[in-house]
């Protein structure tokens, strides 16, 4: 009867975990940008509960396109 109850509760943490990773990082705000010569790959930033997207150019890194706070809903 333990092992029936310890198994429940391991697959329902894996469940919520596993849907709490999927929603943490399906941020479709940040997509990645082409310009005529250049490609920008988005990154997304997360700090104090303050999510910011960045883009970054590939062939000279570093260079930042531009930044904002996207809203998470």
Request: hydrophobic fraction near 40%; proline fraction near 1%; include cysteine.
């Amino acid at each position: 009867m333990k092992e029936i109850i310890f198994v429940g509760v391991f697959a329902l943490g894996v469940v919520c975990g596993w849907v709490a990773n999927q929603a943490h990082f399906e941020h479709n705000d940040c997509i990645d940008a082409t310009g005529k010569y250049q490609r920008y790959e988005a990154w997304l930033s997360v700090k104090d509960g303050v999510y910011r997207c960045f883009w970054i150019e590939t062939q000279y890194p570093h260079r930042v396109k531009m930044q904002g706070v996207i809203d998470v809903k």
